[in-house]
T-cell receptor, first 112, second 116 residues
């Protein structure tokens, strides 16, 4: 069975600072993909970044980067230079050939 | 349309009634997922279709829940004898085939189901 664990129910960060959202995963599959999604209060799910299990370099997309440590089965999201619009729920997810599993999420609040 | 479409956007039903929730995925996407999301929680997996067949239905909570995708595109989630605990937002997502692990899933806006 696949499992995603996000241990931080909520995180606070000041505008312009960096923040790390934690994610650990568990799977017996050798091939998998790791994703981060953002869900603002409007409810839509917005894809942010992807990391493949065989990728040797950490993924980056603009202000988002993924700190992938395969041996520790962790895939933390780093948001640099936080903006007020980053306030939202953030979900880590893992895709295998059989399913797409989400964590419980972390609520990020960015203050001025 | 360009994105995943879910109808209705809101559904209020009485306890014990039958409801159908529809998902129209992105054209050409063979993988389709249904999730249930309660307030402040992560999406809870219900069922995954690859083409017309249910590849994994282990998340369906009980036999009141059923989903179909007869032609490999539109899917319908059916809930019989609704209970107040079924109230949630039901999310549908689609993506290119499961063999492409690096393709993200695209989500619809969800159907908010309220059982009164």
């Amino acid at each position: 069975a696949q499992k995603i664990t996000q241990t931080q129910p909520g995180m606070f960060v000041q505008e312009k600072e960096a923040v790390t959202l934690d994610c650990t995963y568990d799977t017996s599959d050798q091939s998998y993909g790791l994703f981060w999604y953002k869900q603002p209060s409007s409810g839509e799910m917005i894809f942010l970044i992807y990391q493949g299990s065989y990728d040797e370099q950490n993924a980056t997309e603009g202000r988002y980067s993924l700190n992938f440590q395969k041996a520790r089965k962790s895939a933390n999201l780093v948001i640099s230079a936080s903006q007020l619009g980053d306030s939202a729920m953030y979900f880590c997810a893992m895709r295998t050939y059989s399913t797409l599993t989400f964590g419980k999420g972390t609520m990020l609040l960015v203050s001025p | 349309g360009a994105g995943v479409s879910q109808t209705p956007s809101n559904k209020v039903t009485e306890k014990g009634k039958y409801v159908e929730l529809r998902c129209d995925p992105i054209s050409g996407h063979t993988a389709l997922y249904w999730y249930r999301q309660s307030l402040g929680q992560g999406p809870e997996f219900l069922i995954y279709f690859q083409g017309t067949g249910a590849a994994d239905d282990s998340g369906l909570p009980n036999d009141r829940f059923f989903a179909v995708r007869p032609e490999g595109s539109v899917s319908t989630l059916k809930i019989q004898r609704t209970e107040r605990g079924d109230s949630a937002v039901y999310l549908c997502a689609s993506s290119a085939g499961s063999s492409l692990l690096n393709t993200e899933a695209f989500f619809g806006q969800g159907t908010r189901l309220t059982v009164v």
